[in-house]
Nanobody, 121 residues
């Protein structure tokens, strides 16, 4: 069984910082990619940042230059350092991973439960 556990959300003032963490655990064979989504205004989640096992990163335009994603491959953990936070960053942030398990060896999508980030003005 594979699961993602998030931590680090909270309440900060505009201009402040938070650091989110997400650890994947279970019957993992390979982690292809990990990243973060946020709920957004509509029903469809929007990608914030992602990183491959090789270290290739991708960021949404709205967070580029303010957020930094990193990973610890040995621990199957991804981090999102969020600096210069704005009220519009307020949302529920979901960890996401593309993982192949030792059961299927097929890359599949996994999601965390979400962690609340609130930025006050």
């Amino acid at each position: 069984q594979v699961q993602l556990v998030e931590s680090g959300g909270g309440l900060v003032q505009a201009g402040g910082s938070l650091r989110l963490s997400c650890a994947a655990s279970g019957e993992i064979w390979n982690v292809n990619q990990m990243g973060w989504y946020r709920q957004g205004l509509g029903n469809q989640r929007e990608s914030v940042a992602s990183i491959t096992s090789g270290g290739i990163t991708n960021y949404a335009d709205s967070v580029k230059g303010r957020f930094t994603i990193s990973r610890d491959n040995a621990e199957n953990t991804v981090y999102l350092q969020m600096d210069s936070l704005k009220p519009e960053d307020t949302d529920v942030y979901f960890c996401h991973a593309i993982i192949s398990s030792t059961i299927t060896y097929v890359p599949s999508d996994y999601w965390g439960q979400g962690t609340q980030v609130t930025v006050s003005s």
